[in-house]
């Protein structure tokens, strides 16, 4: 069974950092690519960073480009997201998104919270 569980959220003030950690179980990691979304209150959920399967090659949505940094570690079975510059338009609730197969994964979310 696939498990994608999320953690390091919390509230900061604008200018701080967070880092962001997916514990992921249940399928095999290193062959899936890995994704973080972000979802505002009264927004849509949007596709914030992916991270290809050997990490090598990683795509930034942008609005975040040149603040955050996706990657992952393998061996862990882990992906990261490390927030730098936050500002309160990044607050929402971070989910880690996995496709394996053809199936569609979700975390349960962390909330991010940043005040000005």
């Known amino acids: 069974q696939v498990h994608l569980v999320e953690s390091g959220g919390g509230l900061v003030q604008a200018g701080e950092s967070l880092r962001l950690s997916c514990a992921a179980s249940g399928f095999t990691f290193s062959l899936s690519a890995m ?36 990657s992952r570690d393998n061996a862990e079975k882990t992906l990261y997201l490390q927030m730098n510059s936050l500002t309160p338009d990044d607050t929402a609730v971070y989910y880690c998104y996995a496709l394996v197969g053809l199936l569609q994964y979700w975390g349960q979310g962390t909330q991010v919270t940043v005040s000005s």
Do not use: D, H
Request: proline share 3%; hydrophobic share 35%.
């Open 35 to 70: 994704s973080w979304y972000r979802q505002a209150p009264g927004k849509q959920r949007e596709l914030v960073a992916t991270v290809t399967r050997a990490g090598g090659t990683t795509n930034l949505a942008k609005s975040v480009q040149g603040r955050f940094t996706i």
